[in-house]
């Protein structure tokens, strides 16, 4: 039972243009998300988080937008940058859903340069 | 600091054979926690802990797995009699409250054969 779903396994995007990573819930109880990157042979790598308190949430050039009604998260990244060339997961957990980390099968994404 | 540091990075064992994987959390870090990661998939969780306790075992995935942080610091993942399905990469991630973002290891590639 896959709780948190990323539909795209891969995107492509010119260098400085906009990435737009997508995520999708299902359990409403979640309140806490965020979003990894990795890289191969290394362990995922903590990037931006949001509380379902806020709609949005900034950090340089990564935007997290949390749509609670949807259940539906975003991560923009812009302008992309060949090194931003990665697979990223987004996770959710909530207080009520016990004390684990639900992740998305991830998004492979590439800067062409 | 250091981060999480897990070992061995690589470990390649004969079906049936038992096997121990290492993980040294950041200083400080009273939660812990294992995942495990097949190839396309996200993370899932295995085993979480707060302080010395196993808090939630619930992801384990058999009675052939089993975890232990004796002194509240570092962590031990055993797996008995393996099995080539338990081939994968098991991370590690520890973090400093329940609830905050976690800091993963590059984790420990089993392959069984």
């Known amino acids: 039972d896959q709780q948190v779903k990323q539909n795209s396994p891969s995107l492509s995007v010119q260098e400085g243009r906009i990435s737009i990573l997508n995520c999708d819930y299902t359990?409403?109880?979640?309140?806490?998300f965020l979003w990894y990157k990795k890289y191969p042979a290394e362990g995922p790598t903590f990037l931006i988080s949001?509380?379902?308190?806020?709609d949005k949430n900034e950090d340089g050039r990564f935007t997290v937008f949390l749509n609670k009604s949807a259940k539906h998260l975003s991560l923009h990244i812009v302008p992309s940058q060949p090194g931003d060339s990665a697979v990223y997961f987004c996770?959710?957990?909530?207080?009520?859903?016990?004390?684990?980390?639900?992740f998305g099968t991830g998004t492979s994404l590439t800067v062409i340069p | 600091g250091a981060g999480v540091s897990q070992t061995p990075s690589n470990k390649v064992t004969e079906k049936g054979k038992y096997v121990e994987l290492r993980c040294d959390p950041i200083?400080?870090?009273?939660?812990l926690y294992w995942y495990r990661q097949s190839l396309g998939q996200g993370p899932e969780f295995l085993i979480y802990?707060?302080?010395?306790?196993?808090?939630?075992d619930s992801g384990l995935p058999n009675d052939r797995f089993f975890a232990v942080r004796p002194e509240g610091s570092v962590s031990t993942l055993k797996i008995q009699r393996t099995e080539r399905g338990d081939s994968a990469v098991y991370l590690c991630?520890?973090?400093?409250?329940?609830?905050?973002?976690?800091?993963f290891g590059n984790g420990t590639r089993l392959t069984v054969t």
């Open positions: 991630a520890s973090s400093s409250t329940w609830n905050s973002p976690l800091h």
């Open positions: 359990n409403s109880m979640f309140d806490y």
């Open positions: 949001i509380s379902s308190i806020k």
């Open positions: 996770a959710a957990s909530g207080r009520n859903t016990g004390n684990q980390f639900y």
């Open positions: 200083s400080g870090h009273t939660a």
């Open positions: 802990f707060q302080g010395t306790g196993a808090a939630d």
